[in-house]
Nanobody, 117 residues
Framework: QVQLVESGGGLVQAGGSLRLSCAAS????????MGWFRQAPGKEREFVAA????????YYADSVKGRFSISRDNAKNMVYLQMNGLKPEDTAIYYC??????????WGQGTQVTVSS
């Protein structure tokens, strides 16, 4: 079992940057693939980025490719999402998730990101 706590959200102007952090509990953190998802008001939750358990492979939604970067520090049980060139359409609650046998099945409580135009 792994517990996840996100932080780093906030209000930023378009074109600005934010770095989201996800702190994970549990000694098996390095065995999990990790991901970031987001949900905007009135919309379905969508995939943003993912990283393999070792950190050697990363994956991005087309909408954030080239602007966002996911990374992890297994020694610190942390996952990060560096977001640059933010756009108003990036406004959403961002969730950190850990991938188990049945897919992404462990979720944090989310952190709000608001991008003003």
């Amino acid at each position: 079992q792994v517990q996840l706590v996100e932080s780093g959200g906030g209000l930023v102007q378009a074109g600005g940057s934010l770095r989201l952090s996800c702190a994970a509990s549990g000694r098996t953190f390095s065995m999990y693939g990790m991901g970031w998802f987001r949900q905007a008001p009135g919309k379905e939750r969508e995939f943003v980025a993912a990283i393999s358990f070792s950190g050697s492979n990363t994956y991005y939604a087309d909408s954030v490719k080239g602007r966002f970067s996911i990374s992890r520090d297994n020694a610190k049980n942390m996952v990060y999402l560096q977001m640059n060139g933010l756009k108003p359409e990036d406004t959403a609650i961002y969730y950190c998730a850990a991938k188990g046998i049945n897919g992404f099945e462990h979720w944090g409580q989310g952190t709000q990101v608001t991008v003003s135009s």
